[in-house]
């Protein structure tokens, strides 16, 4: 079956310092990859997304390169700010038929301090 | 105006009660989830419609049944709510309608806390 496996937090960082938030997947068939972003009392919104092997997805200065040679779909941003303290959620979405559902991983809480 | 709304916003309750959430959405789709999140889990999917005469039971469906009242509102009952369903609820909506191969992203209401005591 289909899963996403990304990395735990929670994960505490500095103002402009670097982000890799870890995302694999496994998958049968042509799946599209997502990153779902939650504020504090908030819904999920999308942050961005990927349909196809080799496609980046980018948003707000995040970025994400659909890596179907070692399955994966790693959120990172050059410069982080106090607003991007989040939970971040990679999914993993299939249109074959018969499947119409996202697959989430477990969520990766971000707090960014001053 | 939200796309998607969830009513109550906050629930608590006792067990063995008959609970009912709310979602309505103005965002015209055809397509209407549960979702439930408990921390450390992700999001679970409870249900799925896909329009109103068609309604798929998802991967933690027991417990929970759902109703497709039109095709902007869907709802989620709790028979006799337990204390382990306690936990965030959230509502979600996509279109059926949209590139070939791609998956058609998930608008997500802001969330219905409940707890049972």
């Known amino acids: 079956g289909n899963s996403v496996t990304q990395m735990e937090g929670p994960v505490t960082l500095s103002e402009e310092a670097f982000l890799t938030i870890n995302c694999t997947y496994t998958a049968t068939g042509y799946p599209s990859l997502f990153w779902y972003v939650q504020y504090p009392g908030e819904g999920l919104q999308l942050l961005l997304k990927a349909t196809k092997a080799d496609d980046k997805g980018s948003n707000k200065g995040f970025e994400a390169t659909y890596r179907k040679e070692t399955t994966s779909f790693h959120l990172e941003k050059g410069s982080v700010q106090v607003s991007d303290s989040a939970v971040y959620f990679c999914a993993l979405g299939y249109s074959g038929a018969g499947s119409y559902q996202l697959t989430f991983g477990k969520g990766t809480k971000l707090s960014v301090i001053p | 105006d939200a796309d998607v709304t969830q009513t109550p916003r906050n629930r608590i309750t006792k067990t063995g009660k008959r609970i009912m959430l709310e979602c309505s959405q103005t965002k015209g789709h055809d397509r209407m989830y549960w979702y439930r999140q408990d921390p450390g889990l992700g999001l679970q999917l409870i249900y799925y419609s896909f329009d109103v005469k068609d309604i798929n039971k998802g991967e933690i469906s027991d417990g929970y049944s759902v109703s497709r009242q039109a095709q902007a509102k869907f709802s989620l009952s709790l028979e006799s709510a337990i204390p382990n369903q306690t936990a965030l609820y959230f509502c979600?909506?996509?279109?059926?309608?949209?590139?070939?191969?791609?998956?058609?992203?998930?608008?997500f209401g802001p969330g219905t806390r409940l707890t049972v005591l």
């Open positions: 979600a909506t996509s279109d059926s309608q949209g590139l070939a191969y791609s998956y058609n992203e998930q608008f």
